[in-house]
């Protein structure tokens, strides 16, 4: 299903407008920005670069539960044995998660349909998707703008928007100048202006 890349609303975006005294009201961008399809074909691709990841955290988990059954049982080196292995596998979901944001963002953003004045954060987890934001405002001309589709955070958990928060509290901490627009006030669009504050 295709949904439209468009920006936050006053009440799901309440706390970043007040941090930001630059936001400004959902502004129309008409047809400037295309439509971008998330939903099942964000999921597909979510699902086929991080299950490797997800795989070696529940046998981390499971690794450091029994490492630390075993230490209060008093079998300190099957402990540290179980606790090394948790380790490793932490390492390697670290590493797959940091290969799966890579080829994801790729994936969104080159290929048909794709356009320079968009980037698509779609299927990066919060911390990835500043760093690609940050990333694209400080490796863009000064004074020119792109516009950001953070998304509306329905696959986030039932904390709210993650990764337009994180972004947006980014962006403001950089001094990026951004402001949420929106063709039909649905959110999930920011446009960002690069030479900083």
């Known amino acids: ?11 799901i975006y309440g706390k970043s407008q007040q941090r930001n005294p630059k936001y400004k009201k959902s502004q129309d961008v008409g047809g400037e920005v295309a439509w971008l399809a998330t939903g099942d ?19 981390r988990n499971v690794c450091f539960t029994h490492a630390t ?12 044995a179980l606790s090394r292995e948790g380790q490793e596998h932490d390492m390697r979901m670290k590493e797959l998660h940091a290969i799966a944001a890579a080829e994801i963002f790729h994936r969104r953003n080159s290929g048909p349909g794709s356009h320079s004045s968009l980037v698509d954060l779609h299927g990066l987890h919060p911390e990835e998707a500043v760093v ?10 000064h004074g020119t703008f792109f516009y950001l589709a953070i998304g509306l955070g329905k696959h986030s958990s ?13 962006l403001t901490a950089s001094g990026v ?7 039909r006030g649905e959110g999930g669009l920011l446009k960002v202006h690069t030479g900083g504050a």
Request: proline letters at 6%.
């Open 69 to 80: 059954a075993a230490y209060t049982s008093g079998r300190k080196s099957e402990a540290k």
């Open 177 to 183: 100048q951004w402001e949420s627009v929106s063709a």
């Open 132 to 141: 690609m934001a940050l990333r694209e405002a400080r490796g863009r001309p």
């Open 1 to 11: 299903m295709a949904s439209p890349a468009l920006l936050p609303t006053d009440s």
């Open 158 to 170: 039932r904390s709210g928007p993650k990764v337009s928060e994180a972004v947006m509290g980014a």
């Open 41 to 59: 074909a964000v999921d597909r691709l979510y699902k086929d670069f991080r299950d490797e990841a997800e795989a070696h955290a529940l046998r």
